[in-house]
C-alpha cells in the first residue's frame, strides 16, 4: 500500500474516496482486521452525502435519508491492506428502488493497481416512528442517481 497520496484516480461511475488506514484499524498480523472493511466503506460514503446536504445532526427528521438500516453486507478479500496509509474506496448504486438501495464497492490500492477488496452493502430506508420501510425523499433520489452504476443500454 502506498503510504504517500497521489491524485485521486477518477471513476467512470460513483466516486472513489481517499480513506486512511490508521494503526487500530490493523490486527496483530499488520494487516486492515476485516471488520474493519464496513466501518472504512462508512467513512468514504458520509461525507459524500454530507457534502450534499445530507448529513445527521442529531435530527432524523432533518435529515430523513440518513434513517436507513444495512440489511446485508458481503465481502471478498482479494490482497491484504498491510500498514496504515490510505485506501481508495471506489463505491457506487448498483440498485436503488422506492425504499432500498444497493452499493457495490471496491478497496483499492490508491493508485488503483491493487484491488484489496469487494463486495456489497444493501440498506432499506426506515419510518423513525414505525422501522417500517418507507420511500426516499427527492433530495436522497436526486444523490442516489449521481451514483447508480450506467446500465448497458445507457452507458
Known amino acids: 500500500m502506498s503510504h504517500t497520496t497521489v491524485e485521486r484516480q477518477a471513476a467512470e461511475f460513483g466516486h472513489v474516496a481517499h480513506v486512511p488506514v490508521h494503526f487500530d484499524d490493523l490486527d496483530a498480523m499488520g494487516l486492515l482486521h476485516n471488520a474493519r472493511y464496513?466501518?472504512?466503506?462508512?467513512?468514504?460514503?458520509?461525507?459524500y452525502w454530507a457534502e450534499r446536504g445530507v448529513v445527521f445532526r442529531g435530527d432524523v427528521h432533518a435529515a430523513p435519508d440518513v434513517f436507513h438500516a444495512v440489511r446485508e453486507f458481503t465481502i471478498t478479500y482479494q490482497a491484504p491492506?498491510?500498514?496504515?496509509?490510505?485506501?481508495?474506496?471506489?463505491?457506487?448504486?448498483?440498485?436503488?428502488?422506492?425504499?432500498?438501495?444497493?452499493?457495490?464497492?471496491?478497496?483499492?490500492?490508491?493508485?488503483?493497481a491493487t484491488v484489496h477488496a469487494r463486495g456489497t452493502r444493501s440498506i432499506v430506508r426506515l419510518d423513525p416512528a414505525t422501522l417500517r420501510p418507507t420511500a426516499w425523499t427527492?433530495?436522497?433520489?436526486?444523490?442516489?442517481?449521481?451514483?447508480l452504476r450506467p446500465t448497458p443500454a445507457s452507458a
Not at 95 to 100: A, E, L, Q, R, V
Open 38 to 47: 464496513a466501518v472504512l466503506l462508512e467513512r468514504a460514503l458520509t461525507p
Open 81 to 112: 491492506v498491510t500498514g496504515v496509509g490510505t485506501v481508495a474506496v471506489h463505491f457506487w448504486l448498483e440498485h436503488f428502488s422506492t425504499s432500498s438501495a444497493q452499493y457495490a464497492f471496491e478497496f483499492r490500492s490508491v493508485d488503483g
Open 138 to 147: 427527492e433530495v436522497g433520489r436526486a444523490i442516489a442517481a449521481t451514483l
